[in-house]
């Protein structure tokens, strides 16, 4: 056999054996020169004798010498090793060389991300809360990064419209999703959706937690959430909370104030936070959720009263306003969040490098004072840590959709 470079080999002598008869060197006609192969010694296979295949017959020196050569041995033999047949060796060596080749691109591909813009989808209209948020951070994020961010509003369906487009989009880290926590509530909330939450995302970090304002309206005598409960047990049915929606995070955690306080309490759905926040002043509720930024807005300019807040200790921006817990109701320790979701199938590298990019941005004061000074937590946490958060809101929110029988939503 010839090597595929036209090169020669010559014939040894195993023992017992005479040695075969030299072949004539072939001429290389692009070449003036002949060029040998430098044979190594015959590796003993265990139970063989050297150069010996099945049934006694002789691997070919050739192939040997020539795959001694691709893998590196450069005529030096190892007595000790025992591999395995030579014809073996090549594709295992391919596997393990293409398996190198995957980290090590995946490794540079994280290094160098972002190469090129970043699109950050916001599923609501721009002007609200969470657009807001993803302007300030998008634009500390391009300053960092030396790329653009584009921020991307696509509303519709409660947030499903734009959660949809990011979980069909590349998984390269370059289109994400900047979500609420309503995020954990449409797998148990809706009939049918065109994508799965936990399967089609995977989660980069919690940008913001931020808590919510209990708002009594002006029109209602009740001055604290103890005073309104108290009305409500007196009046059962009789009172009425609004709500920015069926199934957003302001209905269900007034359906958890309803159970954990033993009140019934009459659900009146809006359109949006805005006309949920009329209705509370013009007295046509009694009661509503508040996201914090509108809910210390309004309180601080009297235009509502402030019941309660929730979380483990009092704003800052509100600190005559005592918590829920302060007022003997459990389980309003946590808030609301806003956090940041590539598609399941990114890179674990380029999910890491992304949310160690924001956590950089989340630590600039200028981006800390813009977001604290509306009662917003910059947090920037790792995926590990947020994907936690995650599931445990998705456990929580199934029990309250289930527990106040909010049907499913088309």
């Known amino acids: 056999m010839r090597s595929c470079t036209g090169n020669s080999v010559e ?18 006609p692009a070449r003036k020169s002949n060029v040998r192969l430098n044979a190594p010694p015959a590796v003993r296979i265990s139970g063989r004798e050297p150069n010996a ?27 000790e090793a025992t591999p395995m047949r030579p014809k073996m060796r090549l594709p295992w060596l391919m596997l393990g060389l293409a398996a190198a080749a995957c980290v090590n691109a995946a490794g540079a591909g994280a290094q160098d991300y972002p190469s090129r813009p970043i699109h950050i989808v916001v599923p609501y209209a721009p002007g609200g809360g969470v657009s807001v948020v993803g302007q300030l951070i998008g634009q500390k994020l391009s300053e960092l990064t030396k790329q653009p961010v584009v921020i991307d509003n696509r509303p519709g369906a409660g947030g ?12 390269d880290g370059y289109t994400v999703l900047l979500h609420t926590s309503a995020m954990a509530t449409v797998g148990t909330l809706y009939r049918k959706l065109p994508f799965d939450p936990v399967k089609d995302f995977a989660p980069v970090t919690m940008v913001i937690a931020t808590q919510f304002v209990v708002g009594g309206s002006p029109k209602n005598p009740a001055a604290s959430l103890r005073d309104l409960v108290a009305q409500a047990k007196a009046n059962p049915g009789k009172l009425n909370y609004a709500s ?13 104030l309803k159970d954990a306080a033993g009140v019934d309490i009459v659900h009146v759905p809006y359109r949006g936070d805005a006309p949920m926040t009329t209705a509370l002043i013009s007295g046509d509720v009694q009661l509503a959720f508040l996201p914090q930024a509108t809910g ?17 200790k009092r704003m800052e921006s509100l600190p005559d306003v005592p918590t829920v817990g302060e007022q003997g109701i459990a389980g309003f320790e946590r808030g609301s969040w ?50 936690a958060q995650f599931q445990a809101d998705i456990a929580r929110f199934a029990k309250v959709i289930e527990q106040a029988k909010i049907p499913k939503l088309e």
């Open 53 to 79: 295949g099945p049934a006694g017959r002789p691997w070919h020196r050739e192939r040997n010498d020539a795959l001694g050569v691709a893998l590196g041995r450069h005529g030096r033999e190892n007595p």
């Open 11 to 28: 014939g040894r002598s195993v023992e017992g054996r005479a040695p075969p008869p030299r072949k004539p060197t072939l001429q290389n």
């Open 296 to 312: 210390v807005a309004n309180v601080s300019g009297n235009v509502i009263r402030g019941l309660a807040v929730t979380g483990t």
């Open 338 to 387: 806003i956090g940041l979701f590539a598609p399941a199938a990114t890179p674990p590298a380029t999910v890491r490098a992304l949310q160690q990019r924001m956590a950089k941005v989340l630590t600039d004061p200028q981006v800390r004072q813009r977001l604290m000074a509306t009662g917003q937590e910059p947090v920037g946490n790792s995926p590990a840590e947020f994907a």
């Open 160 to 171: 499903n419209v734009g959660a949809d487009a990011v979980a069909k989009s590349a998984p």
């Open 244 to 256: 920015s929606g069926l199934g957003s995070s302001l209905h269900l955690f007034a359906e958890m």
